[in-house]
């Protein structure tokens, strides 16, 4: 299984930006996918989950800014962005959990700035 994360880039505070998870095959449809972020100098941490079923979970700090969602017909898993703020800039990773083993993108970097 191999996992393409994309869509990052250079966006204004306030901003919006909309990552993708696209994942080879039919599988993605059958884990859950998380999007995780890395900043410079910290510890990934998980920002967004969704389940097979559709039920997600979100970090604290993004709640009610960021939306996770899938189009498992596309193999594809998407984090919508808004009102992004500087503390957001990241390396984003996105992972599929599926029987015990997890696979990884790549990452794709975010970073908020004016």
């Known amino acids: 299984v191999q996992l393409q994360a994309s869509g990052g880039g250079l966006v204004q505070p306030g901003g919006s930006l909309k990552l993708s998870c696209a994942a080879s095959g039919s599988i993605l449809g059958n884990g859950a996918v998380g999007w995780y972020r890395q900043a410079p100098g910290k510890q990934r941490e998980p920002v967004a989950t969704i389940t097979p079923g559709g039920s997600t979970n979100y970090a604290d700090s993004v709640k009610g800014r960021f939306t996770i969602s899938r189009d498992n017909a596309k193999n594809t898993v998407y984090l919508q962005m808004n009102s992004v703020k500087p503390e957001d800039t990241a390396v984003y990773y996105c992972?599929?959990?599926?029987?015990?083993?997890?696979?990884w993108g790549q990452g794709t970097l975010v970073t908020v700035s004016s």
């Open positions: 992972k599929l959990s599926f029987v015990l083993v997890d696979y």
